[in-house]
Nanobody, 128 residues
């Protein structure tokens, strides 16, 4: 399972930064493709970013490119999402997820239904 540990708090002003992290237990995260997803009220869950396990390729949804960075720390079995220049439209519940092995391409990597393991989600609110 993925235990979601948030750092930096859930409420941030526009333009601020926040780092989310998830630590895996029961499996070794570096053999997995990892992803971050979010779901705003009344909307479907969408892929925000992912990192392919074998190539190290990273993918982002267009709205967060240049602002968000996905990474992993294999030594600590932990994945991160660094979020900068946050906007009110980034407000959502954020989820970490992992898929054993590789996913074929950007579309597959950002598709929530391809992931087997999920964190419980954490609220991120961007508001002044």
């Amino acid at each position: 399972q993925l235990q979601h540990v948030e750092s930096g708090g859930g409420l941030v002003q526009p333009g601020g930064s926040l780092t989310l992290s998830c630590t895996a237990s029961g499996f070794t995260l570096n053999y997995f493709t990892i992803g971050w997803f979010r779901q705003a009220p009344g909307k479907e869950r969408e892929g925000v970013s992912c990192l392919s396990y074998n190539t190290g390729s990273t993918y982002y949804t267009d709205s967060v490119k240049g602002r968000f960075t996905i990474s992993r720390d294999n030594a600590n079995n932990t994945m991160y999402l660094q979020m900068n220049s946050l906007k009110p439209e980034d407000t959502a519940v954020y989820y970490c997820a992992a898929h054993p092995g590789r996913l074929a391409n950007r579309l597959g990597c950002l598709r929530p239904t391809n992931y087997n393991y999920w964190g419980q989600g954490t609220q991120v609110t961007v508001s002044s």
